[in-house]
C-alpha cells in the first residue's frame, strides 16, 4: 500500500513538473513570459556541437554510397549489422566482371588473341575487385567507424544532457515567474492590509492571508535556488561534453588522412594493375591467328593522319626485326616525316626508343614492321617507337 502511495505521489509530483514546464515553454513562445538566456560561450559550443552532427552524418552517408554505390547491398549490409550477423560474401562488380571475362576467354581459346586477351584482361579486374574490396574495408574500420561512433555515441550524450538543460532552465524560469507572481501577491495583500478597514474579522482575515502568502513566498524563494543551483550544475556539465567537440575534430581529422591515404594505394594499385595490362595487350603482334584459324592482317594506317590517339605502354614484342645497325639499310628516305612526343615512353629494349614528352623525332616505316609501330630517329639514336606516343607534323 506504501508503495502504491508513493508511486501515485511519484506520478502525480512528475505529472506536475511536466505541466509546469508545458506552460512555461508556451508562455515564452507567445512573449508571454521571460526566458533565462545562455551565456554566450555555452551557445557557441551548442552551435558547433550541431554543425559537427550534421555535417559528420552527411559525410558518413556520401562516404558509404562512394564505396558501395548500389542501395540494395547497402541496406542488406545495414540488416545484417543490426542483426550482428555477417553478410554474406558476394563478388563485386570488377570481380564479376572478370570472372565473365576469364569464362568467355577460356571459352573463346586460350590459344586465340581475342580469348588470351580476354583472360589477361578478366585477371586484372579481378586484382583490381580485390584492391576495392580492401579499400572498402580499410575505409569503414578507419573512417566509418569513427564517424559513426560519434553519430550514435558521444552526440547522443551530448543531446541527452543537452536535453536535461533545456528542462532544467524551463523550471529555473517557472520557478522564477512563481516567486514573482507571490511578490506581487503579497504586495497587493500589504496594501489592503494597511488601509483602514472596519470590524476585527476583516482584520483577522487580512492578517491569516498575509501570513499565508508570506509563506508561499519563502517557499518559492527556497525552490527558486534550488532549481538555479540544478540548472547551473546541468550547465557545467553540457560545457565540459561540447567543449570535448575539438578533440572529436582532431580524431576525424586524422581517420580524414587514413581515408585518403586508403584512396592513394587503392589508384596506385589500379593504376600499375592497368600499366601492367596495357604493355601485355601492346605486345601482341598486329598479324593474329583468328578463332577461326584464318589469318588476319590489321591493315596499316595512313602516314598522313596528324593525331594517332591516346595509349598504351608496350613492352618487347619478340618480333624478328632487325638489329639497330642495319636500320640505315631499311629506312625510306621518301616516307620520312617529324613527329612530336606526346607522352613520356621507355624503352623496353634496345630495339626501342626512349621517348620524351613534346621533343620532336623523325620517324619513318619499314617494310613488314609492325603497324603499331615506325622506325624513330633522334640525333645518332634509332629504334622503334609507337605510333599511338606520337603526334605526325605537316
Known amino acids: 500500500m506504501n508503495i502504491m502511495d508513493f508511486n501515485v505521489k511519484k506520478l502525480a509530483a512528475d505529472a506536475g513538473t511536466f505541466l509546469s514546464r508545458a506552460v512555461q515553454f508556451t508562455e515564452e513562445k507567445l512573449g508571454q513570459a521571460e526566458k533565462t538566456e545562455l551565456d554566450a560561450h555555452l551557445e557557441n559550443l551548442l552551435s558547433k556541437a550541431e554543425c559537427t552532427k550534421v555535417w559528420t552524418e552527411k559525410i558518413m552517408k556520401q562516404t558509404e554510397v562512394l564505396l558501395q554505390p548500389n542501395p540494395n547491398a547497402r541496406i542488406e549490409e545495414f540488416v545484417y549489422e543490426k542483426l550482428d550477423r555477417k553478410a554474406p560474401s558476394r563478388l563485386n562488380n570488377p570481380e564479376l566482371l572478370g570472372q565473365y571475362m576469364i569464362d568467355a576467354g577460356t571459352e573463346f581459346g586460350p590459344g586465340t588473341a581475342y580469348g588470351n586477351a580476354l583472360i589477361k584482361c578478366g585477371e586484372t579486374q579481378k586484382r583490381i575487385g580485390t ?17 559513426r561512433n560519434f553519430i550514435e555515441g558521444d552526440y547522443k550524450t551530448i543531446a541527452k544532457e543537452r536535453k536535461l538543460l533545456q528542462n532544467k532552465r524551463l523550471d529555473l524560469d517557472a520557478a522564477k515567474t512563481r516567486l514573482k507572481k ?19 474579522n476583516i482584520m483577522v482575515n487580512f492578517s491569516y492571508m498575509l501570513n499565508f502568502l508570506h509563506v508561499k513566498w519563502l517557499k518559492s524563494e527556497q525552490e527558486l535556488r534550488i532549481t538555479q543551483s540544478e540548472f547551473d550544475r546541468q550547465a557545467e556539465i553540457t560545457r565540459l561534453l561540447l567543449e570535448g567537440i575539438s578533440s572529436t575534430h582532431a580524431h576525424h581529422l586524422r581517420c580524414l588522412n587514413d581515408f585518403v591515404e586508403a584512396q592513394m594505394t587503392y589508384y596506385a594499385q589500379c593504376y600499375q594493375y592497368m600499366l601492367d595490362l596495357q604493355k601485355q595487350l601492346g605486345s601482341f603482334p598486329s598479324n593474329y591467328h583468328c578463332n577461326n584459324n584464318q589469318t588476319s592482317v590489321a591493315p596499316v594506317p595512313s602516314v598522313s593522319s596528324n593525331a594517332i590517339g591516346s595509349s598504351a605502354l608496350t613492352s618487347a614484342s ?55 609501330w615506325l622506325m624513330g630517329e633522334r640525333g645518332g639514336q634509332r629504334g622503334r617507337v609507337p605510333i599511338t606516343y606520337l603526334e605526325l607534323l605537316n
Open 318 to 372: 619478340g618480333l624478328g626485326i632487325t638489329s639497330p645497325s642495319n636500320l640505315p639499310d631499311l629506312r625510306e628516305r621518301s616516307g620520312s616525316r617529324k613527329a612530336r612526343v606526346l607522352y613520356d615512353y621507355d624503352a623496353a629494349n634496345s630495339t626501342e626508343l626512349s621517348l620524351l614528352a613534346d621533343e620532336v623525332i623523325s620517324v619513318y616505316s619499314v617494310a613488314g614492321m609492325d603497324p603499331d
Open 131 to 147: 584492391a576495392e574490396r580492401e579499400l572498402i574495408q580499410t575505409s569503414a574500420l578507419n573512417f566509418l567507424t569513427p564517424l
Open 182 to 200: 507571490a511578490k506581487a501577491a503579497e504586495t497587493r495583500a500589504s496594501h489592503l492590509n494597511s488601509a483602514r478597514l472596519e470590524g476585527d
